[in-house]
């Protein structure tokens, strides 16, 4: 049976370069985008190289667009085995003395609550897959061991929300994995962490070391675990990440 895999944020970059590949080795796509126009672009280029490939419209800040989202994939099948929590918000680098709650809401709605509002509502069609897994796309800046080391560029970013979001879904993603055995979820750093590299993205204009083919390597990995793969675990390209 095909695998299946819902991505959000799937239009462009790293979630873009995530439904390629794993379309490359047969898998249903469900793409999901917020703009449904670029969307749609997206998902067209997948479909002109012959994938089985659906635009879901999916605003991971809306519970309204969520519910949708679950319909929708929901009248294409009856099991989910792989979500990638990819869809993410840099916020404004606003500094700690600057930052307001407004600032910090506005960031952790995308990548705090989103992945939070998603897997909470596919959790039903993740549990009927044989094997499920869940990929949450983090990055090292949200590591305290990375944040710990003055090597490490991230330490000169003194931005507030970003940071700290991600710190949050490292752990979210651990207390799942703690409470959902049956399901693996794991998080992820598109960079290696060791090397101080970080992959190419709209979201640092493309100033990144590594490709963003180099960059999704490892979702890729923890999309295609086996069954008797990790759980709980924060990796990069090259191994795993302190948290």
Same mark, same amino acid.
């Given at each position: ?6 991505? @959000? ?18 898998? @249903? ?70 930052? @307001? %709650? ?5 960031? $952790?709605?995308?990548?705090? $609550? ?6 909470? %509502? ?39 929300? $970003? ?23 794991? %998080? ?22 590594? @490709? ?32």
């Amino acid at each position: 049976m095909t695998n299946s895999v819902l991505i @959000t944020g799937g239009n462009k970059g790293l979630g873009f370069e995530a439904a390629r590949r794993l379309s490359e080795q047969g898998w @249903t796509i469900f793409l999901g985008s917020r703009n449904e126009g670029r969307g749609k672009e997206a998902a067209d280029k997948l479909a002109d190289g012959g994938v089985n490939v659906v635009m879901v419209p999916l605003d991971v800040t809306s519970d309204e667009s969520v519910t949708e989202a679950v319909r929708l994939v929901r009248a294409h099948t009856d099991r989910l085995d792989v979500l990638i929590n990819n869809a993410g918000a840099p916020g404004n680098a606003v500094t700690p003395a600057n930052a @307001t %709650a407004d600032e910090l809401h506005a960031v $952790y709605d995308t990548n705090v $609550y989103g992945p939070v509002r998603v897997t909470h %509502a596919f959790l039903p069609l993740l549990r009927a897959a044989d094997h499920p897994r869940v990929v949450m796309v983090s990055s090292a800046i949200g590591s305290f061991a990375v944040q710990a080391d003055p090597a490490q560029a991230a330490t000169k970013l003194h931005e507030l929300a $970003y940071s700290s979001s991600k710190a949050a879904l490292n752990m979210i993603t651990v207390r799942y994995a703690q409470a959902h055995p049956e399901i693996k979820f794991n %998080a992820v750093t598109p960079g290696e962490v060791a090397n101080r590299k970080f992959a190419a993205t709209d979201m640092n204009n493309h100033t990144g070391q590594l @490709t963003v083919t180099e960059g999704t390597d490892p979702i890729i990995k923890l999309a295609t675990l086996d069954p008797d793969g990790p759980t709980g675990i924060f990796i990069d390209r090259l191994g795993p990440v302190s948290w």
